[in-house]
């Protein structure tokens, strides 16, 4: 489906930009986005990716991700039949969930690539996306998450009365569009197109090439090891641990945090929490894993070196997909969708002004935040379109640049029915925005 949809915005992007006289601005934002793709996002998620894979080892070989997964064994394999239930795909994925609900946006895609990277371990077709590949991506397409803080931050800077109100709003447009894509996921994988058996795939090569994407040493499973077990003291060094954490905690409770002073008692302890959290895994995580015997800085470098030729790896996907949409945008494709069908969706009660936004929003998340801050100092920060907006931006996701770094990652370039449900749990988030925002405020 990529396919279609990277060639179908490039022809648009030229078409359009020759018609529209902007074939100049065309040019120069595909050069633009590909720089951009390589200097803004690609080396900056070198550093990241390297320091999240690292702890990532460390939980790993602590045992952590194994018993987190254990504990959630029977609603994950509901959700990913496939994939064995002590497999550390499992504590991959709900650390990337987790990551994601509470807003820790950087630690949630270095974690995101390492569930991608335990998927295509049990992968029977390298280069093919699996079931579990394609949920995991709807999962995390849909936005579930718990505290929307870009949208609250940019409300509280820009004098909002209110800037936790679409707390609600956002958490019950994430859940409708959470479970659609879940169940658009599930239904497109039995369809005909989709199976995988109906992709035609390259042909085996020799055994002994050692460029067979096949080849099992390509994707190598450690044998799982079992940690020692914590001493005494070092029970006593973990409670202290987390006792101080929770007396942080409480002291950020006491004092003002972001979200302005109207904020709830659940925006205010989401906001402590999410500022203490990295810092507290960053050294958490070490610890625990120091006093299960785990030699820490040998395992966080090898996890590391892993995370920084990932990270490398997603370039090429990174530049095709961001020059494509780059291009679009310039040429003016999303101002001339917005001219035609703008006025059919506000005759069902759908607002033009919110139209450029959702449009915009699977494509790239800075021109989203851009479009989201113009309408904030246009309509003003508590206007109902304005929160229809900031809800939007709480229920969806930037589609098709997750897919382009999560397959990407992996080398995945079929990714069947994934980038369809996405969209799919997008526009649910959308609709669901726009419905629940008119019923509490309309």
């Not at 990529?2 to 100049?24: E, H, K, M, S, T």
Request: contains cysteine; hydrophobic residues 50%; positive net charge.
């Amino acid at each position: 489906m990529l396919n279609f949809i990277w060639l179908g915005l490039i022809l648009l992007a030229v078409l359009l930009g020759g018609w529209n006289d902007r074939l100049p601005q065309v040019t120069e934002g595909a050069f633009d986005a590909a720089k951009a793709a390589v200097l803004e996002i690609a080396l900056p998620l070198v550093g990241i990716t390297a320091l999240w894979l690292g702890m990532m080892r460390l939980a790993e070989k602590a045992g952590m991700i194994r018993s987190l997964a254990r504990i959630l064994r029977r609603p994950l394999r509901r959700l990913f039949p496939d994939v064995p239930a002590d497999h550390p795909a499992m504590g991959s994925m709900l650390m990337n969930m987790a990551a994601n609900m509470i807003g820790l946006t950087n630690a949630a895609t270095p974690l995101g690539l390492r569930a991608m990277q335990d998927l295509e371990r049990l992968n029977p077709h390298p280069g093919t996306a699996t079931n579990a590949m394609c949920t995991f991506l709807a999962i995390n397409t849909s936005s579930l998450q718990l505290l929307p803080m870009t949208a609250i931050s940019i409300l509280a800077a820009k004098g909002s009365a209110n800037p936790s109100a679409i707390v609600s709003t956002a958490l019950l447009a994430t859940t409708c569009s959470t479970i659609a894509g879940i169940t658009a996921v599930k239904l497109l994988e039995r369809m005909r197109a989709f199976r995988v058996g109906s992709i035609r795939l390259p042909l085996p090569s020799d055994p002994s090439d050692p460029s067979d994407p096949s080849d099992p040493s390509d994707h190598p499973t450690e044998a799982p090891t079992v940690p020692a077990s914590l001493p005494l003291w070092g029970r006593v060094l973990l409670v202290t641990f987390l006792a101080t954490f929770g007396l942080l905690l409480w002291r950020l409770l006491s004092h003002p945090v972001a979200g302005g002073p109207s904020a709830t008692g659940f925006v205010r302890f989401m906001n402590a929490f999410s500022i203490l959290a990295i810092p507290f895994f960053l050294a958490g995580l070490p610890l625990y894993a120091a006093l299960r015997r785990v030699p820490v800085y040998e395992e966080f470098v090898e996890g590391a070196r892993e995370g920084f030729e990932v990270a490398v790896r997603i370039i090429p996907f990174l530049v095709a997909m961001l020059v494509a949409i780059k291009m679009f945008r310039e040429a003016g494709g999303v101002e001339l969708i917005t001219r035609h069908i703008g006025p059919a969706l506000a005759w069902i009660g759908f607002p033009p002004d919110l139209l450029p936004m959702a449009l915009t929003r699977p494509l790239s998340g800075s021109a989203s935040i851009g479009l989201f801050t113009d309408l904030v100092d246009t309509l003003g920060p508590d206007h109902l379109v304005t929160r229809m907006a900031a809800t939007l931006m709480g229920s969806t996701e930037t589609t098709l640049y997750v897919a382009a770094v999560y397959f990407g990652a992996v080398g995945v370039r079929r990714v069947r029915h994934a980038v369809a449900a996405g969209l799919l749990a997008d526009l649910a988030g959308v609709i669901a925005s726009v419905a629940i925002c008119r019923l509490m405020w309309g």
